[in-house]
């Protein structure tokens, strides 16, 4: 917990993957309501991997649609909370 709280400080936005893939692709999905389709075909928005699941940008644009703003607060609370499920599994 203490690794994740450091990280995410020095990191708010997380790390390439992370604001190059992941929230890219959430930024495409959440402003683009007409052309949302593009998030999941485009190489460019989808950073290259547009055979990526959904799963995480849903639920980050979501947290940002519900904060309304697109404050890092959302991925770091899916972040944690997909961290957190992962050790209750094991």
């Known amino acids: 917990m ?3 709280t450091a990280a995410t400080k020095s ?7 992370a604001w190059l893939i992941w929230n890219r692709r959430a930024r495409f999905l959440l ?5 949302w389709q ?3 075909t ?6 290259g991997h547009p055979d990526y699941p959904l ?5 980050v644009a979501r947290g ?12 770091q609370s899916v972040a944690a909370a997909y961290a957190l499920s992962t050790v209750l599994l094991l």
């Open 64 to 75: 940002w649609r519900l904060l309304g703003d697109r404050s890092p607060l959302s991925s």
């Open 38 to 40: 593009t998030a999941l």
């Open 11 to 17: 990191r708010p936005h997380g790390r390439w993957d």
């Open 31 to 35: 402003d683009d309501e007409e052309r």
């Open 42 to 47: 485009s190489p460019v928005a989808a950073g």
């Open 2 to 4: 203490i690794t994740f």
């Open 55 to 59: 799963l995480l940008p849903l639920t």
